[in-house]
Every structure is written in C-alpha cells, then in structure tokens.
C-alpha cells in the first residue's frame, strides 16, 4: 500500500514544489523574495519552521527572512551569525549531497555558538528516522562563481559561492526527509539561489538606473546651470576647438561677447582670436597657455577700433575621453587700460608742457648708449650712416617713438658678449668741421629772459610762454625726435642721424622758431634761445652726455651779446 501510494506522494510534491517556484519568480524585491523562499519551505515542502540566513558582504550571515512561527521571527530575524560558526555548521554531521544534516546526537556542541536557533522541547526519538527536536537540517544555496564555471559541465565546490543556507526544523511527518525529500529540498534550494541572485541583478540594476537617471538629471542642470552662466554672464565668454584643422574657431559665444565687439554671433563663428587680436598682440597670445593661461590685448572691433582685453583659459572636456575644448573668459579692461596709460603718461611726462620730463629724457637716452666704448673706423657701416636730418620717419632715432609706446628696446649695460646685437652710437669727431659721421645730437636749450617775464608779468605769463615754445620746437623736429622739458625753462632735443652741420642748422632754425613774440593776454613777450650741441656716444653716462651739451650752451649763451639775448 505505501509503495502504491509513491508515486502520488511525488507528484503532489512535486506539484506543490513548482507552484511555491513559480512565487519564487513573482517576487518584486529582494525582500520579497527571500520571504518567499521561507513561506516556500511551509507551503510546498511540509516543514513547520523554515529560515533564511543570508550572506551579507562582510561574510557572515543574517536571517534574512523566517516562516512558521511568529514568535521565532520576531525573536531572531535581524539577528548576525558569524561566517566561521557557520562553515563549522557546514562540515559537520552527515552529507546529504548538498544538504548538511547534524543529528542531536552531535548537534549539542553548537547550542552555545553565535548563530542565531529556535528550538522547542520535546521526547526523544521512539524509532530510528524520527525527528528530534535538536536535529538540525541545512540546504546552502550556491551560485556560480564569476568567470569560474564551465559551460556544460557541473560546477565544483571551489566554483561555487555561497550565498545563504536555509534551515528547516519539524517534518510534518516527524520523520527525516527520505530520498525524494532530500532531492526536493535541494532542487528547492537551487532555485532559491537563482530567484535570489536574479533579484539581487534586479535591485542592483533598478539602483543603477535610479542613479543612472538622477546623474543624467544632475547632467542636465548642470549643463542649464552652464548655459545660463555662459549666456547670461556679465563679461564675455568662449568656447572655442583644440587640436585639428580648425584649432582655435570659435565655436559658441555668448552676448556680452557679441556686443563687446559689434558682431552677431552667427560671425563670430567665422572667426578664431587670432583673426581678431591686434596685429602687435598676436605673440602675446601664442604664449598664452590654454590650461590656465592669461593675457591682457586687444581685440578688434567691427567698426575697426580696438579694444583692451583680459584673457583667461581653461580646458573643458565633452566626456571622459570626447574631445576637449577651449573655454575663455574675456573681460573688457579698456578703461583700466586708459587709466594705466594716463598714470604712465604722467609719471613720465610734463604735466605743464605735455612733453617728456627729465626721467624719460634719461630712459630714452640710456637705453642708446652702452657702457662698452666704441672705436669708429672711417668705413664702419654702423658708425659712417648715410641719412641726414633729411632722412624722415626712417631714420635710425625711430626708436624713440617706438619707446614712448612701449614696445622698443631694453636698456643694454655691461660688457658685449659674443652675440652682442647692441647698435653703437657713435658721434662726430670734426668738431665744427662736419668729417660725414652721423650721431645722436643733443641739443640743450635755455631760454634767454624767460625770468624777467616771470618778474613783470607773473607765472600765468610765464606758463604761457613754456607752452608755445615747447610747441614751436615740437613743429620744428622730425616725428621721430624727441623734445624734452628738462625743468624749469630748461628743454633738451635728441635727434638721431645727424652730422655736425645738420645739428647745427637745427639749431639755427629752433632758434628762430622761438625768437617771434608770444601773445599771452593780449601781450605780445619774446624770449630768445641758447643752444649747446653735445654728442651722446657708448662709453659715456647720461649725465656726461647732458653735462656736456648743458655746458656748450652756456659757451654759446656767453659768446652772444645781451642785446641778441635781451626779450621781454
């Protein structure tokens, strides 16, 4: 009779085993899932108690989920038992192929470990296979290992993982589990270890998309917190291409930046800032490094002005390995610029007279003349040069203008090197006599009488008075020279490519500039004018080459009568 009602026991084992499978599948959360593998263990496989005791990612193991009693659930759900009392657990007892079985007989060593029990009281066993209450039966749920197991084949133990065990107590027939109970329980097991890896891979993907979605949120806001920055910013900004064919093309621009340069936009693509940078500023901005680099220049406007700006880079990339672009910041400084230019222009310039005072007189002529002396020879192309006073805006002295803007030599000192590209001045040695030598002439003049207006007429005259002669000797010169205010009624001209007669017919005619009267007030006043011609030259200091034509002049002055000096 029990062997004819086998074969219905299975099946309706088996039928219960693949309905509490199929809720295995159902579950929507990891938590559920686990609940349901401990209701599977009551519902489909007639035992009272079930626990679910999962791995946690120290190592040991937590109950995880409890079925049958909820006295014993709400003792030790929650509850940690460590990894080593339970690998113990693991290697003791008896080996039902996976299961682990520890009989009462030896299950008494472990009442006092850490692993979380629930145990009830009871006779002992009347007949061998009856279930004591101290016996302890467990099913680990194992899942592949990563890259470890092998396709078709069965996996070995050093190729598995453990991922929990379940643990059941009380046959509802009081009996131990026979041969197809065991296989169940295992089969069971095996699934269990798949719904629960399978919700693991679900939960985990469901945080990666939330995380997914709340970085692309933050992406998004960061890139309309970027775009609203960009567009909206007070100063101009731009992102512009690195590296290719089109390194450099402005590729975004926002409005300040429009407006600061008078072009749309849609213009501004065409172009890269070194289209737009002023022709003496482009080196500046070559060296201008991208990462972090800055620089102060100009940059064209549409209507063909320039205006100062201030440069500053950053490298910004697309993505983690997309391209990399330019982003720069450009701030207009046109009017600290202005206001720079101003306060230079004063520190080095007259504030009566608008010429250059007696510092930048010094600065113009130390940056010609070098402490190294220099022998002229009578074919030296450098000493002997062929431009007269005639010689116009080409002549050597260009220099001059091209340091009064900033953009001229540095002063050379010492001793020449091998490489010394330092153009020697040299100056006359005739005398009167002019031997064809051109120099650097500088012509010291004093006004004759200049004091007693000051006495008659007062400062208000006087003022007056140095304004219109330093006009009349700034006509009288070439654009490249230079007419300085040395102090007082003291002004001092340099004027490169001169031989000794062009130097002194200079003289002449800034004498005869200055001797017509001056209407001031509707009073008509004169002053005359003595000149002194003295040479700069390499050897000589600044104040030997001042000294020098300071003291011609005075020569001059004394070797003219009073009455060609007297004005008033």
């Not at 107590?169 to 589990?177: F, S, T, V």
């Not at 003496?280 to 940059?299: F, K």
């Not at 209507?303 to 700006?309: R, S």
């Not at 074919?379 to 803007?405: L, Q, W």
Request: proline share 5%; aromatic share 6%; hydrophobic share 40%.
């Amino acid at each position: 009779m029990e062997t004819e009602s086998e074969p219905y026991v299975r099946l309706a084992t088996l039928r219960q085993l693949h309905q509490v499978v199929a809720d295995l599948n159902t579950a929507r959360s990891l938590a559920d899932t686990l609940q349901a593998v401990a209701d599977g263990i009551v519902a489909g496989l007639n035992y009272e108690l079930a626990c679910v005791n999962l791995v946690r990612p120290d190592g040991d193991l937590v109950v995880a989920a409890f079925a049958g009693s909820p006295a014993a659930e709400a003792l030790i759900t929650g509850r940690v038992g460590s990894r080593a009392s339970w690998d113990r657990r693991l290697s003791m007892g008896e080996s039902w192929g996976d299961l682990r079985f520890i009989p009462h007989t030896e299950g008494w060593v472990l009442i006092e470990d850490d692993v979380p029990q629930w145990h009830t009281e009871g006779p002992a066993p009347r007949f061998e296979d009856e279930w004591h209450p101290h016996d302890r039966l467990y099913a680990p749920m194992y899942a592949p290992r990563l890259g470890s197991a092998r396709p078709g084949g069965p996996a070995a133990g050093s190729d598995r993982e453990l991922l929990g065990v379940i643990s059941v107590d009380r046959p509802r027939n009081g009996r131990h589990p026979g041969p197809w109970g065991r296989e169940a329980l295992q089969m069971y097991a095996s699934q269990s270890a798949i719904a629960i890896s399978n919700a693991r891979l679900r939960s985990n993907m469901q945080r990666a998309l939330v995380r997914l979605e709340r970085e692309q949120q933050a992406l998004r806001a960061s890139e309309e917190s970027f775009r609203q920055a960009f567009e909206y910013a007070p100063s101009g900004m731009a992102i512009a291409e690195m590296g290719g064919d089109q390194h450099g093309r402005l590729l975004r621009t926002n409005d300040a930046l429009c407006r600061l340069l008078g072009r749309p936009a849609s213009v501004m693509r065409r172009y890269s800032f070194a289209d737009l940078v002023h022709p003496e500023d482009i080196g500046t901005l070559l060296r201008t490094s991208a990462e972090g680099g800055r620089a102060e220049l100009r940059l064209g406007r549409r209507d063909g002005t320039y205006v100062w700006v201030s440069l500053r880079n950053s490298v910004v990339a697309d993505t983690a390995d997309g391209p990399r672009f330019l982003l720069t910041h450009v701030e207009d400084i046109e009017e600290r610029k202005r206001h720079e230019l101003q306060l230079a222009h004063r520190a080095s310039h007259d504030a009566l007279t608008g010429l250059p005072n007696s510092a930048e007189l010094r600065s113009r002529l130390s940056a010609r003349i070098c402490e190294r002396p220099f022998a002229a020879s009578a074919g030296d192309p450098v000493a002997a040069s062929t431009d007269g006073y005639e010689a116009g805006p080409e002549s050597p002295y260009e220099y001059d203008y091209e340091h009064e803007h900033g953009f001229g030599f540095s002063p050379v000192g010492g001793g020449a090197g091998p490489y010394d590209h330092h153009v020697h001045t040299v100056a006359p040695t005739g005398g009167e006599v002019d031997d064809g030598t051109k120099g650097l002439a500088v012509l010291f003049c004093d006004l004759d009488g200049f004091k007693s207006i000051n006495d008659r007429f007062g400062h208000h005259t006087g003022d007056a008075v140095l304004i219109e002669v330093a006009r009349r000797l700034t006509t009288g010169v070439r654009d490249g020279d230079t007419v300085a205010r040395l102090g007082g009624d003291e002004f001092v001209v340099l004027a490169d490519g001169l031989g000794a007669a062009d130097a002194a017919d200079l003289a002449v005619r800034l004498r005869n500039a200055i001797i017509p009267p001056i209407r001031v007030d509707g009073r008509a006043v004169r002053v005359g004018a003595s000149f002194g011609i003295g040479w700069a030259e390499c050897g000589m200091t600044v104040e030997e080459v001042l000294n020098s034509a300071d003291q011609r002049m005075y020569i001059e002055k004394r070797s003219r009568s009073k009455v060609h000096r007297r004005a008033g």
